[in-house]
């Protein structure tokens, strides 16, 4: 670990709540609000450095998962807050978010931990068996919860009635469960890094103190993130409005802005040529994302008064469908160069640009 950043990540994200309290629900005049974003970056940098504690004491993959389920369990308090406000587009909010979420770990993380670990070593090696049932999952949940409501005619498309939401919700979380499961304790070597591959001899074990204390400032600074990322909502919303994007591109800025603390991590890790943990990283988030996101909609949709349209339109099928075929492709043989990775980038090129011109 950077010792560099030891005083200024232990300081800016209880700094950033300090703030976050402090400015919430007032309108912001511009200086307050760059002091905001700035705060933002800095607590994504703490995020960054915590998980990175937290996972070299408890080891891999477990270290991934606490990043990953930490930064959805806050996804979802963000989606639920913001579909309890109202107003419009909230019906596709969480339906949007999760997408992107899926779209942006799936090729954009797993992009760039391949293009920067190719560039290094020429060939990414990894666990195909762990990335392989980790892609698996990730299709599952996202065909069960986003694409079968498009199809399904019991309820208005792209809805789910009741007991097929129900159905989903019970599906996703059991699919996650056993994920997790699969992960830490029966085949936990599936996700451990190839042996030979990367080195981490320069990180300091940090002591079970140091590791609560990072695991707690971790988890101040996730909720520092996307509660100030919900402070500048309405200027995202007014910014996307201004650019003529449509508003289903709020949920696309929100997963990104979510996102940023496992994108740093990975890269961080693939420059150390660690891409299984990088894969973990990106594969956990975007099971976690689904897996714990629709059961917790399909409960908050008990007292939401507006529709929860869950199905995804014909152009997200398609990338979708797209990133299945080349992620089955790119994991299969447990090796990928420039090309593989070129190609997870430019699917979630086209995702971004689709997003703000469909």
């Known amino acids: 670990m950077r010792t560099s950043l030891n005083r200024s990540a232990v300081v800016l994200p209880p700094l950033a709540l300090a703030v976050l309290i402090a400015v919430w629900g007032r309108k912001l005049p511009v ?6 974003v700035a705060l933002l970056a800095g607590s994504v940098l703490a995020a960054v450095h915590h998980a ?6 408890v080891g891999e993959p477990f270290g991934s998962l606490i990043l990953a389920v930490s930064v959805t369990v806050i996804e979802v308090g963000l ?33 760039l931990s391949l293009l920067v670990t190719a560039l290094r070593s020429h060939v990414a090696v990894f666990n195909a068996e762990g990335t392989g049932a980790a892609l698996a999952a990730v299709i599952t949940l996202a065909t069960l919860s986003m694409v079968l409501p498009t199809f399904t005619i019991s309820a208005p498309s792209p809805q789910f009635t009741g007991p097929q939401l129900a159905f989903a919700a019970v599906a996703s979380l059991t699919l996650y469960a056993l994920f997790v499961i699969v992960q830490n304790v029966r085949h936990r070597e599936y996700f451990l890094p190839v042996e030979g591959g990367g080195t981490d001899e320069h990180a300091e074990f940090p002591s079970r103190r140091n590791a609560l204390t990072s695991l707690v400032l971790l988890l101040v600074a ?15 919303e007014a910014g996307v409005a201004r650019f003529g994007l449509p508003h289903s591109f709020v949920g696309v800025v929100i997963a990104v802005l979510i996102l940023l603390p496992e994108t740093l991590a990975a890269l961080r890790n693939a420059r150390r040529d660690q891409v299984q943990i990088s894969l973990n990283l990106a594969l956990g988030s975007a099971i976690a994302s689904i897996g714990l996101t629709i059961p917790a909609i399909a409960v908050a949709s008990i007292w939401l008064a507006g529709p929860l349209s869950l199905g995804l339109g014909a152009t997200q099928i398609v990338l979708l469908a797209l990133t299945s075929g080349v992620g089955v492709l790119t994991f299969m043989p447990g090796r990928a160069t420039l090309l593989q990775a070129a190609v997870h980038l430019s699917i979630c090129a086209a995702f971004l640009f689709l997003a703000a011109s469909p």
Do not use: Q, Y
Not at 52 to 57: F, I, L, Q, S
């Open 31 to 36: 200086p307050v609000e760059v002091v905001v």
């Open 52 to 57: 990175e504690v937290v996972a070299h004491r």
């Open 79 to 111: 989606i639920i807050t913001l579909m309890v406000s109202g107003g419009p587009g909230t019906a596709t909010l969480a339906r949007d978010t999760v997408f992107a979420a899926v779209m942006i770990t799936c090729n954009g993380i797993v992009g």
């Open 222 to 236: 996730l909720v520092a993130v996307v509660g100030l990322a919900k402070v500048e909502s309405g200027t995202i």
